[in-house]
């Protein structure tokens, strides 16, 4: 695990290092969950599916290529994070794994409905028109 040095000036992040196994390229911004399968490490990530939404990882750091290793986001501040919304999300609204997706996504029903939220949006999405997916800035609490 890797911690930022000490700064007054930058918000504190933590890092992992992970191994993709998707079979794609795993595209910074990128959120990941842990592999739940038969050969689960504790090191290998992969893309979100519908029963894996609270083995969330982190968001990748850089492209991190199939079999590759790199870093993932797991505590702290992030410029940018892929966020899918389906409609107005305020500043401060929880953020969870989205199934079959690369992304978190903000939606009451999902976080109300036993999903753990594992970060929030630092920023206010006005419609879906503005942005359906796209990278925002977000705080990542998955430790």
């Known amino acids: 695990m890797l911690f930022k040095r000490i700064s007054r000036s930058d918000a504190e992040t933590a890092f992992i290092v992970v191994k993709n196994v998707s079979t794609s390229t795993m595209t910074a911004g990128y959120h990941c969950v842990f592999d739940?399968?038969?050969?689960?490490?504790g090191v290998r990530v992969t893309q979100c599916s519908s029963f894996d939404l609270n083995a969330y990882a982190g968001c990748a750091d850089a492209d991190i290529a199939n079999n590759g290793y790199g870093l993932v986001q797991v505590y702290g501040y992030r410029a940018a994070g892929l966020v899918i919304a389906s409609g107005l999300?305020?500043?401060?609204?929880?953020?969870?794994?989205?199934?079959?997706?690369?992304s978190l996504t903000c939606t009451a029903a999902a976080t109300s409905s036993g999903y753990k939220a594992f970060g929030f949006i630092c920023e206010t999405i006005?419609?879906?028109?503005?942005?359906?997916?796209?990278?925002?800035?977000?705080f990542i609490r998955a430790l």
Do not use: C, F, H, Y
């Open 89 to 102: 999300v305020n500043s401060g609204e929880n953020l969870m794994p989205e199934a079959d997706k690369w």
């Open 126 to 138: 006005a419609s879906a028109t503005q942005s359906t997916s796209a990278n925002k800035r977000i």
């Open 36 to 41: 739940v399968s038969t050969n689960a490490d």
